[in-house]
């Protein structure tokens, strides 16, 4: 959810959801109209937040990580916009047709500072510099393709897993993969009477969210060699 400080209502915050993408140095981009809320506050005030949560943790939000990102913004130079808007439709194919109703234009969230909760007792403020150094994982920007493709297509191999690397896991109704990163992935197992996590490391590192798919297949072997 994308917040800025509302022209119309004087001054109040006003915050909506809003896609974005993030480059490697940690700003955000937004593909906004030129006749929406966001752009007409952030052109008067270049002040934002932009809070981010963990879509697996709705259920319960204040025991999963989220981070608010307060960025000052500013429109995505014309020099620098076919690059920014390859990256944005690689990541959200459908906002090639959104100019055909309005008029839309880049802007760029550059980090001023970073509110991070990790869960309870895990919180802390982040400044800019250190955020903007951390390296980027490779494999998690593309999770989101990753965790939809295992939950949609691969429930069974979800639940092999999860039992092959928990002993005692007992029967689930549901099994999700909620996160994906270049060394780990965890599963959920979701019943009646509540859920529980578990995470299984890679033996190697991944390099790439391609890298993925093998490591997954290499790992099932094995959960299915040990049942046998």
């Not at 209502?9 to 140095?25: E, H, N, R």
């Not at 990256?87 to 906002?95: G, N, T, V």
Request: overall charge negative.
């Amino acid at each position: 959810m994308l917040s800025s400080i509302s022209v119309s209502q004087q001054g109040y915050p006003f915050g909506s959801i809003t896609p974005y993408d993030i480059d490697d140095s940690g700003n955000v981009y937004i593909y906004i109209s030129l006749i929406a809320e966001h752009y007409r506050n952030l052109t008067k005030d270049k002040r934002g937040s932009l809070i981010a949560i963990d879509p697996y943790g709705v259920h319960d939000p204040q025991a999963h990580a989220r981070a608010t990102l307060l960025a000052d913004f500013a429109p995505v130079l014309d020099s620098e916009r076919s690059s920014v808007q390859a990256r944005y439709e690689a990541r959200f194919p459908a906002s090639i047709n959104y100019e055909i109703a309005h008029n839309f234009v880049f802007m760029r969230g550059t980090p001023v500072k970073l509110r991070w909760i990790g869960g309870f007792g895990d919180i802390r403020w982040i400044d800019a510099e250190r955020f903007k150094s951390a390296v980027p994982d490779p494999v998690a920007y593309h999770a989101h393709e990753v965790l939809a493709h295992m939950n949609l297509d691969h429930a069974d191999a979800l639940q092999e897993l999860a039992h092959a690397h928990c002993a005692d896991l007992l029967p689930a109704t549901r099994y999700e993969m909620t996160e994906i990163t270049s060394s780990h992935f965890s599963i959920v197992a979701i019943s009646s009477t509540g859920s529980r996590k578990v995470e299984v490391s890679f033996p190697v590192a991944l390099k790439s969210a391609q890298d993925s798919r093998v490591a997954l297949i290499e790992l099932l072997r094995k959960a299915r060699g040990q049942a046998t």
